[in-house]
């Protein structure tokens, strides 16, 4: 495979100033022109009439590497994001046990670990955990979460990771935090608007018409657009692969409220199952952020609208009107085409269940910089580069649906998302191995974000593995057991005691960043 275009790369253009588009342009000045050097010139161009989505306040774990490695103080970016701590995903609802009532589990982010150099959950599928949940006698994230602690003490160390977190942050402040560290750093800003891309005889964009200015030539550039995706899509006609068929929610409407109880602030997101759909609730410093994630087949604007509305109460303004978004959920077929990259909504969205939105973007960056073009854009590169991508966002597309398909509601949207979608038959296969075999580290692509823990966590909280016998008990110490059991139930139920409120960690760490 030879190379395509041999003109070195020492500059960026990046259409769109989003989350995506602040990402991507911290990323590659920082990685790209690290020690002082100035390898590549980055340029961030956005519209200064077309808005953000203004959403997308829930993150998952190695978003505090990322902070870490870009150099953003943690304090600093959590006061300016209005952030606060995540521990674990709360699903509320999501099954219904043997008497037809909800119930409601923890995802977090802490791995179960091994006794006796065996996965914990094969003892616990064996022997029981006392009445206690997987997630209750393998960590302390469940007295956190549910006493509303924080996972660390005021005056540890920023990051400190010794019970992994990760946040929750106000979308726009964030993005104007990222804008102005980046700037700092040397991309440059430019505000107009994108009408015409320009694309050669060989299939590369070679120049960008603005409304104000007319003619931008371009050696590599980047789109972060949006739903619109300007560039990637309608320039170059990348398909677009609609993941429909197989995931049905389309709409959104957020709602921001006041919290409840401003002091009970808690360290998690919650997925709340709707008739419809799903609700979020991501609690910020100052407020909640919620909002119910629909299907346009199952319910009208209208009906989803008075659905929220009854569920978050007197917390909504008498006078609100909801914002509706359509929601494009699916991928493009290649994340890089020639010369133009797509990071954010422009290349893809398998929806906002799980929050991984800014993971892929964070992804696409590191990658980037891994297969940057700096001699020149080669084929080799590209594949690589979106081989890697591809099977990220099937693997996310995959536990998405899972969490649908496992679902035993009986509305009529939960019975079409088992009875309806076209399930990947790598999931089926998945499926039908774990009736037999609990899951294992070769089971599932353990590259990206959902490894066999996180399946299995999620499994475990549906109800997946009740009432089946699984193998494997010869190699499992009672003794040992027991033992372990005792000895995490002394030391979690200590947590609530030992850890401060959540929201009197954050209190502090504001009157520390007032007092700097
Ligand atoms: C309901 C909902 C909930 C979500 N929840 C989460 C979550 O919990 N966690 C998570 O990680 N993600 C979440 N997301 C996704 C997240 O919001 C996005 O991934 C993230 O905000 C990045 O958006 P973006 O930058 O790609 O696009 P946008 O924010 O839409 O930015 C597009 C940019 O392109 C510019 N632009 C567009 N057209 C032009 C043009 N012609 N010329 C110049 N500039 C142009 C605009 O001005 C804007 O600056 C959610 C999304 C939705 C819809």
Not at 46 to 51: G, Y
Not at 215 to 220: A, G
Not at 291 to 312: P, T
Request: glycine share 8%; charged share 20%; hydrophobic share 40%.
């Amino acid at each position: 495979m030879g190379i395509q275009h041999r003109k070195r790369i020492n500059e960026v253009t990046i259409i769109g100033g989003g989350a995506a588009g602040w990402i991507m342009a911290l990323f590659l000045v920082t990685k790209l022109n690290a020690h002082n050097k100035k390898n590549v010139k980055v340029t961030l161009i956005e519209s200064p009439r077309i808005p953000h989505i203004g959403v997308g306040e829930g993150t998952i774990t190695g978003f505090s590497n990322m902070l870490q490695e870009l150099g953003v103080p943690e304090h600093e970016f959590m006061v300016a994001s209005d952030a606060t701590f995540k521990c674990a995903g709360r699903f509320v609802g999501w099954n219904l046990n043997k008497q037809g009532k909800p119930t409601s589990f923890l995802n977090p982010f802490i791995a179960g670990g091994d006794l006796e150099g065996v996965p914990t959950y094969h003892y616990y599928r064996k022997f029981g955990g006392d009445g206690r949940s997987y997630v209750g006698v393998t960590q302390p994230t469940e007295q956190i979460v549910l006493n509303a602690r924080s996972p660390k003490k005021i005056g540890d160390a920023p990051y400190d990771m010794k019970t992994p977190y990760t946040y929750h942050l106000n979308a726009a402040a964030f993005s104007e935090q990222l804008a102005n560290i980046a700037r700092k750093r040397g991309v440059k800003y430019i505000q107009d608007e994108l009408q015409k891309v320009i694309v050669d005889e060989e299939g590369f964009i070679s120049q960008l018409n603005f409304e104000k200015k007319k003619h931008y030539p371009v050696q590599l550039v980047i789109d972060c657009t949006g739903f619109r995706s300007r560039l990637l899509q309608d320039a170059l006609g990348e398909p677009f692969m609609a993941a429909g068929d197989s995931l049905l929610v389309d709409k959104a409407i957020p709602m921001p409220v006041p919290h409840a109880d401003p002091n009970r602030i808690m360290p998690c997101t919650t997925a709340r199952a709707m008739s419809g759909g799903w609700m979020f609730e991501v609690p910020l410093y100052s407020r909640l952020g919620s909002g119910y994630i629909y299907s346009s087949q199952f319910k009208s604007d209208d009906q989803a609208w008075d659905e929220l509305r009854a569920q978050l109460g007197e917390r909504v303004p008498k006078d609100a009107s909801p914002r509706v978004i359509d929601m494009k959920i699916g991928r493009v077929r290649n994340t890089w085409v020639k010369n133009c990259i797509g990071a954010g909504l422009s290349s893809g969205f398998i929806e906002p269940l799980e929050a991984t939105a800014l993971y892929t973007i964070e992804r696409t960056a590191r990658l980037l910089v891994n297969y940057f073009p700096e001699n020149g854009i080669d084929e080799l590169g590209i594949r690589q580069f979106n081989s890697i991508l591809n099977a990220m966002y099937q693997q996310l597309h995959e536990f998405i649906v899972m969490i649908y398909y496992t679902s035993n509601r009986e509305e009529p949207f939960w019975l079409a998302a088992r009875n309806d979608i076209k399930v990947p038959d790598s999931l089926l296969e998945k499926l039908e191995l774990w009736q037999h075999y609990l899951p294992s580290s070769d089971d599932v692509d353990n590259r990206f974000f959902f490894t066999h823990w996180t399946w299995y966590f999620m499994l475990e909280g549906k109800g997946w593995f009740n009432g089946r016998d699984y193998p494997g008990g010869g190699r499992l110490n009672y003794q040992a057991w027991k033992n372990y059991l005792a000895e995490g139930k002394q030391l979690f139920d200590r947590v609530p005691g030992a850890l401060p409120s959540h929201r009197q960690y954050l209190d502090a760490m504001h009157e520390y960043a007032r007092a700097q």
